[in-house]
């Protein structure tokens, strides 16, 4: 059967850098680069870009989901590479975005250095920047708003986040969430604590509270639909801001919820983003988890353990890494009680691959 989306997540470590392909009839498929992951990420990304084809090596969209330094920090060099050039289009809110009524002349001037790489005053040649909306911001205006950006011979791609109070508040912390992100800033190290995964609905049911950091509110999430198959693309984004988002597509379309194939978890799969209500959202066959659990100690038990109690027909669950809180859930006991399934990258330095097959 042919594949319609193909999802490559990289191995960067604590954080995101996606490759997506969407076939065509004929040529090349079309292709999405979402983020670089920390620093360390671009020699394995630019191991990955030269191993394309030749003819090959266009990208249609680059997405920097949000500035924080485990996303944007590979991207800083990939700006600089060969590859900037042959970008159809670089998806950023960055200062000029930024809502006019809270706009602070000093936090904009702060966010002048990475704005300058996105426009190419850095590399050379003025790089594009949000053409497909016009050069403005890309925000879904209200709760349960969203975008629909048409792809000619491409798939269709909707914008589920953030919104326009999200973008709000970004502005008002925009000098210290630069500033963080430029310095690679990530918080101290935690001690690792391995729960037992005895009984999942206790563990589920831990109350927690939401995520309320500025850069993770006004992450750029997208849902990718080709041929049939559909794939959410969370980044970093609130529960409830992508909630609404999926809600107001699946009612747009008449539907109580929009089933989907792929859904790649917000914010490495934080307790904090991925809600049960978020997954009722959209409910998925494929749940796909991007970290190596540095620092923050990411996946956490309590969004697995919601995924897989909440998810229909026996989920599969996609790690970037093994890692000794991700190989417990590969336990045959575990998989066996609650119907699920675990992948794991075939080597190390490979990264997850996930293939949905068209349909349509």
């Given at each position: 059967?042919?594949?319609?989306i193909r999802?490559?997540?990289?191995?960067?470590?604590l954080?995101d850098c996606?490759?997506?392909?969407?076939?065509?009839?004929?040529?090349?498929?079309?292709?999405?680069?979402?983020?670089?992951g920390?620093?360390?990420?671009?020699?394995?990304?630019?191991?990955?870009?030269?191993?394309?084809?030749?003819?090959?090596?266009?990208?249609?969209?680059?997405?920097?989901?949000?500035?924080?330094?485990?996303?944007?920090?590979?991207?800083?060099?990939?700006?600089?590479?060969?590859?900037?050039?042959?970008?159809?289009?670089y998806?950023?809110n960055?200062?000029?975005?930024?809502?006019?009524?809270?706009?602070?002349?000093?936090?904009?001037?702060?966010?002048?250095?990475?704005?300058?790489?996105?426009?190419?005053?850095?590399?050379?040649?003025?790089?594009p920047?949000?053409?497909?909306?016009?050069?403005?911001?890309i925000?879904?205006?209200?709760?349960?708003?969203?975008?629909?950006?048409?792809?000619?011979?491409?798939?269709?791609?909707?914008?589920?986040?953030?919104?326009?109070?999200?973008?709000?508040?970004?502005?008002?912390e925009?000098?210290?969430?630069?500033d963080?992100?430029?310095?690679?800033?990530?918080?101290?190290?935690?001690?690792?604590?391995?729960e037992?995964?005895?009984?999942?609905?206790?563990?589920?049911?831990?109350?927690?509270?939401?995520?309320?950091?500025?850069?993770?509110?006004?992450?750029?999430?997208?849902?990718?639909?080709?041929?049939?198959?559909?794939?959410?693309?969370g980044?970093?984004?609130?529960?409830?801001?992508?909630?609404?988002?999926?809600?107001g597509?699946a009612?747009?379309?008449?539907?109580r919820?929009?089933?989907?194939?792929?859904f790649?978890?917000?914010?490495?799969?934080?307790?904090?983003?991925?809600?049960?209500?978020?997954?009722e959202?959209?409910?998925?066959?494929?749940?796909?988890?991007?970290?190596?659990?540095?620092?923050?100690?990411?996946?956490?038990?309590?969004?697995?353990?919601?995924?897989?109690?909440?998810?229909?027909?026996?989920?599969?669950?996609?790690?970037?890494?093994?890692?000794?809180?991700?190989?417990?859930?590969?336990?045959p006991?575990?998989?066996?009680?609650?119907?699920?399934?675990?992948?794991?990258?075939?080597?190390?330095?490979?990264?997850t691959?996930?293939?949905l097959?068209a349909?349509?």
């Open positions: 059967m042919d594949t319609a999802i490559e997540v990289l191995p960067a470590r954080g996606l490759l997506v392909e969407c076939a065509r009839g004929s040529g090349p498929p079309w292709c999405m680069l979402v983020d670089g920390p620093p360390g990420t671009w020699p394995r990304l630019h191991t990955r870009l030269s191993r394309r084809e030749p003819d090959d090596r266009h990208i249609d969209v680059a997405v920097v989901t949000h500035i924080d330094s485990d996303h944007i920090g590979g991207m800083l060099p990939f700006l600089r590479s060969e590859y900037a050039q042959d970008v159809g289009d998806w950023f960055g200062p000029p975005h930024m809502p006019p009524a809270s706009k602070v002349e000093g936090s904009v001037a702060q966010g002048k250095s990475l704005a300058a790489l996105l426009l190419g005053e850095s590399v050379g040649a003025v790089l920047w949000n053409r497909a909306f016009g050069g403005g911001p925000d879904t205006g209200d709760e349960f708003g969203f975008i629909e950006v048409p792809v000619q011979d491409g798939p269709r791609v909707t914008v589920l986040s953030p919104t326009h109070e999200r973008l709000a508040v970004l502005e008002r925009w000098f210290e969430a630069i963080r992100a430029r310095r690679g800033l990530q918080g101290e190290a935690a001690p690792e604590v391995l037992p995964l005895d009984d999942l609905a206790a563990v589920a049911a831990h109350e927690t509270a939401d995520d309320t950091t500025a850069p993770n509110g006004s992450s750029i999430a997208l849902l990718v639909e080709h041929r049939g198959a559909r794939a959410v693309l980044a970093d984004a609130f529960g409830p801001v992508l909630g609404a988002g999926l809600q597509v009612a747009h379309r008449g539907l919820t929009l089933e989907v194939d792929a790649k978890l917000p914010h490495h799969a934080s307790r904090r983003n991925v809600t049960e209500a978020l997954l959202a959209a409910p998925a066959r494929h749940y796909l988890v991007s970290t190596n659990g540095d620092t923050y100690h990411h996946p956490d038990d309590e969004a697995l353990a919601r995924v897989v109690l909440t998810a229909p027909d026996g989920p599969t669950l996609w790690f970037n890494y093994r890692t000794q809180r991700t190989a417990r859930w590969a336990d006991e575990l998989c066996e009680r609650y119907g699920y399934c675990v992948n794991f990258p075939e080597a190390p330095e490979t990264g691959v996930l293939e097959p349909t349509a």
